[in-house]
């Protein structure tokens, strides 16, 4: 999973260890939401 989420970003959740990443379309005003893991489980 490492390199499929290619193009997205990713934000911090809880604590520094959690990340959610995700991918926004600015011309449809859109949210995709990829993956939610632990940092160590990469």
Do not use: C, P, W
Request: glycine content about 8%.
């Amino acid at each position: 999973m490492r390199y499929g989420r290619k193009g997205t970003r990713e934000v911090y959740v809880g604590s520094k260890s959690f990340r959610l990443s995700y991918k926004y379309l600015e011309d449809e005003n859109t949210i995709y939401f990829a993956d939610f893991y632990h940092k160590k489980h990469q």
